[in-house]
């Protein structure tokens, strides 16, 4: 009778221990999976500008460089290029920071309202391109401080208006509101009337190099890091980001911050 519930608990355990392999395997799959994709996408968003600029420096050793107006034209393309080079490792090296836990907030206490204006001011050429018009809704007052990352915040606050002048229409608007929540905290919210969202690809939104265009010959650029770079930075704050849509009307982007009486 000893040996039978020995036995018995025996097989249990051999059998947990096999569906816990099989699910560790299983997880390792997953990540193995991720991990090719995630170098497929940065080898594919890498060639495209360093194409372009190699293009370039080709062109010019094959004689443009002794006309004086391509040489000028054609290292300012590759320079271009080389800009372009520059975001995508600076926003590669953010992301791979903070899934792995490397990237420390440093906290402080900063008026918002501020925040925005500057953001504004370094975007309002990037807006006059396409006749956008950048305007600020504030109900409440010239001042409102809240807690968090400066830096950071700033990043997510331009990341997301330079999203709403790139998918934004011509003539278009972006407006930034800031609202009281309870519980202490503000939400910023930044909307357009751009071309918006179609629903099925809301969810996507944030994962990393997702876009939904994703013809290289669009003329927006950009390589699909930028609302991701901006998920992880709030989350890292615990704090809370949301979108709403509509296809051809315009979209909202909004987050939550922790405010300071
Ligand atoms: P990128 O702009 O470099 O493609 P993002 O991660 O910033 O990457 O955005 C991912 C995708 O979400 C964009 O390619 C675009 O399709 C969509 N998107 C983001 N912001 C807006 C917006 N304000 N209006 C419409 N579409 C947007």
Same mark, same amino acid.
Request: glycine fraction near 8%; aromatic fraction near 8%.
């Given at each position: 009778?000893?040996?039978t519930?020995d036995?018995?608990? %025996?097989?249990r355990?051999v $059998?947990k221990?096999a569906? !816990?392999?099989k +699910?560790e395997? @299983?997880?390792?799959?997953?990540? /193995?999976?991720y991990?090719?994709?995630?170098?497929?996408?940065?080898?594919h968003e890498?060639?495209?500008?360093?194409?372009t600029?190699?293009?370039?420096?080709?062109t010019?050793?094959d004689?443009a460089?002794n006309?004086k107006?391509?040489?000028?034209?054609y290292?300012q393309?590759?320079e271009?290029?080389?800009?372009r080079?520059?975001?995508?490792v600076?926003? %590669?090296?953010?992301?791979s $920071?903070?899934e792995?836990? !490397?990237?420390n +907030?440093?906290? @402080?206490e900063?008026?918002?309202? /501020?925040?925005?204006?500057?953001?504004?001011?370094?975007?309002?050429?990037?807006?006059?391109k396409?006749n956008?018009?950048?305007s600020?809704?504030?109900?409440?007052?010239?001042s409102?401080?809240?807690?968090?990352?400066?830096?950071?915040?700033?990043?997510?606050?331009?990341?997301l208006?330079?999203?709403?002048?790139k998918?934004?229409?011509?003539d278009g608007?972006?407006?930034?509101?800031?609202?009281?929540l309870?519980?202490?905290?503000?939400?910023?919210?930044?909307k357009?009337n751009?071309?918006?969202?179609?629903?099925?690809?809301i969810?996507r939104?944030?994962?990393?190099?997702?876009?939904?265009?994703?013809?290289?010959?669009?003329?927006?650029g950009g390589s699909?890091l930028?609302?991701?770079?901006v998920k992880?930075?709030i989350?890292?704050?615990?704090?809370?980001?949301?979108?709403?849509s509509q296809f051809?009307i315009g979209?909202?982007f909004?987050?939550?911050l922790?405010?300071?009486k």
């Amino acid at each position: 009778k000893h040996i039978t519930t020995d036995m018995a608990t %025996l097989t249990r355990e051999v $059998k947990k221990f096999a569906t !816990d392999k099989k +699910l560790e395997i @299983e997880t390792l799959k997953v990540r /193995e999976e991720y991990r090719r994709e995630f170098l497929g996408n940065v080898s594919h968003e890498l060639k495209t500008p360093l194409f372009t600029v190699q293009g370039y420096i080709l062109t010019l050793l094959d004689g443009a460089m002794n006309d004086k107006t391509l040489r000028k034209k054609y290292l300012q393309r590759a320079e271009k290029g080389v800009e372009r080079l520059t975001y995508i490792v600076n926003d %590669l090296d953010m992301i791979s $920071k903070f899934e792995m836990g !490397d990237l420390n +907030l440093v906290m @402080e206490e900063f008026n918002i309202v /501020e925040l925005v204006q500057n953001v504004f001011d370094l975007l309002e050429m990037e807006a006059e391109k396409k006749n956008i018009i950048l305007s600020f809704d504030n109900k409440y007052s010239k001042s409102i401080m809240v807690l968090g990352d400066r830096g950071k915040i700033q990043q997510v606050v331009t990341n997301l208006i330079v999203n709403s002048i790139k998918y934004g229409k011509q003539d278009g608007y972006t407006e930034v509101g800031i609202e009281d929540l309870v519980n202490n905290k503000v939400i910023i919210r930044v909307k357009d009337n751009g071309e918006g969202i179609q629903k099925q690809h809301i969810p996507r939104l944030f994962e990393r190099f997702f876009r939904v265009d994703k013809s290289g010959a669009r003329a927006e650029g950009g390589s699909g890091l930028g609302l991701s770079i901006v998920k992880h930075i709030i989350e890292a704050h615990d704090e809370k980001i949301y979108v709403e849509s509509q296809f051809g009307i315009g979209s909202e982007f909004s987050f939550t911050l922790e405010k300071i009486k």
